[in-house]
């Protein structure tokens, strides 16, 4: 019988296909020459790149509880730069392989463990150095933490070692070159202990699914080899993965400031770095792996690129048997117990970004939580990224993000705060999960500092999108009726899916029927379709009942779930205006408004709450930031000029009314409005003359100078000019005897 060879065909390899990979170069056939073998399956694995093997593994959980949210997706586009394009970032050179080996290749003593019950070993004695080969004392175990190869030597006839490059938590790593693909740079990674079963099992198991793993951000690994220890004669397994010339994330990291203390990474620069490996993350997910022991060791920058490299601890989420691995400070509590899943290794995500971006004692006092914002400065200046790191490292994995895509879509947004604060220029983006806003709200300054009314804000709040998997998708694309009593006739219908229940909600919340809309609500909360939504809708029922507290914990918890939304920041900060916390809700519009200027209300919410805290300058320049080419830039414009005037009448200041009247002067206003404001100006002036009537006032307001005779034809004029305007005869009348009534007093 005639036994068909195929040949590998990747470039400059003379290899043949073996079991689904080359027996050369180790990879997977290409396109053109793949056999009828398919492609080969993924086993169990357990390996590990870290400390400590715990338990079993649990199946990842898909946040369906009330409190999870769905997952999103947020593509990310480079243009140069890391973060979806929103941070530079210096690049990493990449490094001479040849100039990264080590002279003396040794295993601190400190880092010696016994692989079976991780006791000390190897450690000095009565001033005599510890052996780094030897038998456990505690349990008999034999170790050796000396390099197995050694320059010069030839691994399975195709890789010539030229050294050591670092030791992990399995093994030594070598740099050799590969004689059979162009002497291409390959790195080895050998075991640490070659008497470790569970270590060489994970090795093998690395080799014969990891290979088939392909991800721009993941390490490629190219075969599997055995190599005779020199002590002991006994095969020991190597993994040939790519070389990546760079530095680690824990070596940029590695920095100290004058007193000596680490020097964090900038919070841009660590946000952008998640963001670029987390889809490298979700590609393991999405095939069914879990990758286990993320850390900043395990992700290397070279150029403008990251990589996620040490493939050890990799396993399937149905591998209930195999040991696992974890490094104490970045690992989930509940893998003792529980074992891992996709939300335990977005633990490890923001347990790793925390730890990039701030010191605290992340492997003691803090090895599971972390440390309050009042001890973090960052975390009291960003209290959006505080909530994405308390979110993803909840105690419950439940309340945690149930993807990679969704956590990614949320650090975004976040990230997009962060940059947009530092520079000050807007970062706007859309929702992958809201609206934009229904109807901008409060731009009526006439009534200002007061707050507007909540039931018309609940009306123009941005609304949850629909879900294009609901079954009644289609009729809710198709039914536009403004009118929520013709909405819910509409609906009658329809049968209840989750979206037909949250638009009927809204309906009735805009119509004031609370009791049922909180009613559609419970229905919903009741099935295994409850998430954030319900929260959310439950907060504008709030919010339109004038229960500012109730709004204000509704809509808390929807900020907490998704700290990158702009639309959460919104509605929390109008349920804390509501209740009177203005600084707070400042501080809130002040960020959505930093970040997007697709949110006008949050621009005449911040210019609002801080004429309640009669800060007019700053009222003023929140006013004057809406851009010339809104449609509200006239609102805006004059919102600014009602800011000037309270500044000019609450505190005394005619430099305020004198550029309320400048401004007023340029604005394109139909003549009724244009009296109307002139009145407001001129009516602060008269107050101000009348309060302190000796004041030395110089300049002028509307043209007048600041005496109480010129500001005072000055109203006649304007009230006269608004009853030739008005239509109907009372308010004619009205306006002329107030004109009369605030004439000078003429003794002609």
């Not at 290749?105 to 010696?112: H, T, Y």
């Not at 590609?283 to 395990?298: A, E, I, M, Q, T």
């Amino acid at each position: 019988m005639t036994t068909l060879t195929q040949s590998c065909g990747q470039p400059g390899c003379r290899g043949s296909i073996s079991d689904g990979y080359c027996d050369s170069c180790g990879l997977a056939p290409l396109p053109e020459a793949l056999s009828a073998a398919g492609q080969p399956s993924v086993p169990a694995v357990h390996v590990t790149s870290g400390s400590t093997r715990t338990g079993s593994v649990r199946q990842s959980r898909r946040g369906t509880s009330r409190s999870s949210s769905r997952s999103t997706h947020t593509a990310s586009s480079r243009r140069g730069h890391l973060g979806a394009g929103l941070v530079s970032i210096p690049e990493v050179p990449y490094r001479d392989p040849s100039t990264a080996v080590l002279a003396n290749p040794q295993v601190p003593e400190r880092d010696r463990f016994c692989s079976k019950c991780s006791k000390p070993v190897g450690r000095s004695r009565e001033g005599a150095p510890g052996r780094a080969d030897g038998f456990c004392g505690h349990c008999g175990t034999g170790y050796s933490f000396t390099p197995k190869l050694a320059p010069g030597d030839l691994v399975a006839d195709q890789y010539e070692v030229l050294g050591c490059l670092a030791h992990g938590g399995l093994g030594w790593v070598y740099l050799a070159r590969d004689r059979n693909v162009s002497d291409r740079w390959v790195v080895l990674k050998g075991l640490l202990d070659s008497g470790d079963a569970d270590a060489m099992a994970a090795a093998v198991a690395e080799r014969r699914f990891l290979a088939s793993v392909e991800h721009p951000n993941i390490v490629k690994i190219f075969n599997f080899v055995r190599h005779p220890d020199p002590r002991t004669g006994a095969q020991v397994g190597y993994i040939v993965m790519e070389y990546i010339g760079g530095a680690s994330l824990k070596e940029l990291r590695s920095g100290r400031d004058a007193l000596g203390a680490l020097r964090p990474l900038p919070l841009a620069q660590g946000l952008a770095y998640m963001l670029e490996i987390l889809p490298a993350l979700g590609h393991l997910h999405s095939l069914g792996l879990l990758y286990c022991d993320f850390k900043p060791d395990n992700v290397i920058q070279t150029q403008e690129q990251l990589k996620l490299i040490d493939l050890g601890a990799v396993r399937r989420m149905d591998d209930e048997i195999s040991a696992e691995y974890k490094t104490d400070g970045y690992c989930a509590p509940e893998l003792e117990t529980d074992g891992a899943s996709v939300e335990s290794d977005l633990f490890t995500v923001a347990r790793t970004l925390a730890v990039l971006t701030f010191n605290f004692d992340y492997r003691g006092s803090y090895r599971y939580t972390l440390p309050a914002a009042t001890e973090v400065p960052l975390l009291e200046s960003f209290p959006s990224f505080r909530r994405l790191l308390a979110r993803a490292t909840a105690a419950d994995p439940d309340e945690r993000f149930g993807s990679a895509a969704e956590m990614s879509a949320q650090l975004t947004g976040v990230l997009r705060e962060v940059v947009a604060a530092q520079d000050g220029a807007p970062r706007p983006a859309l929702s992958t999960v809201f609206s934009g806003e229904r109807t901008v709200f409060g731009t009526d300054s006439a009534d200002w500092p007061a707050v507007p009314d909540p039931g018309a804000i609940a009306a123009a709040l941005p609304v949850p999108l629909v879900d294009p998997a609901d079954p009644a998708a289609g009729l809710l694309a198709t039914t536009t009726l403004a009118d929520p009593r013709l909405l819910l006739a509409a609906l009658d219908s329809a049968a209840d899916s989750p979206e037909v229940l949250l638009a009927r909600s809204r309906a009735h919340i805009e119509i004031g029927h609370f009791a049922a809309a909180l009613e559609d609500l419970t229905v919903l909360e009741q099935s295994d379709d409850a998430d954030w939504r319900i929260t959310w809708h439950r907060g504008l029922a709030a919010l339109a009942a004038r229960d500012s507290t109730a709004a204000r914990e509704h809509f808390d918890l929807v900020y907490y779930l998704l700290p990158g939304e702009n639309a959460a920041k919104l509605a929390l900060a109008v349920a804390l205006e509501a209740a009177g916390d203005i600084s707070s809700a400042a501080r809130l519009y002040e960020q959505v408004w930093c970040t997007d200027h697709g949110y006008p209300s949050a621009a005449f919410g911040l210019a609002r709450t801080r004429l309640h805290e009669d800060r007019i300058d700053d009222a003023t320049a929140a006013a004057e930031s809406v851009p010339a080419g809104s449609s509200h830039h006239l609102a805006a414009q004059l919102a600014a000029v009602r800011a000037q005037v309270h500044g000019g009448a609450r505190l005394r200041a005619p430099r305020y009314l004198t550029a309320a009247g400048r401004r007023l002067d340029t604005l394109p206003l139909a003549p009724e409005a244009k009296a109307r404001n002139s009145i407001a100006v001129l009516d602060a002036a008269l107050r101000l003359l009348a309060e302190e009537p000796r004041g030395n006032y110089t300049g002028q307001v509307l043209g007048c100078s600041f005496t109480e005779t010129t500001v005072r034809r000055a109203l006649e004029s304007q009230y006269r000019a608004l009853a030739r305007l008005a239509d109907d005869s009372t308010a004619r009348r009205d306006l002329v005897n107030q004109a009369n009534a605030i004439r000078p007093v003429s003794w002609v």
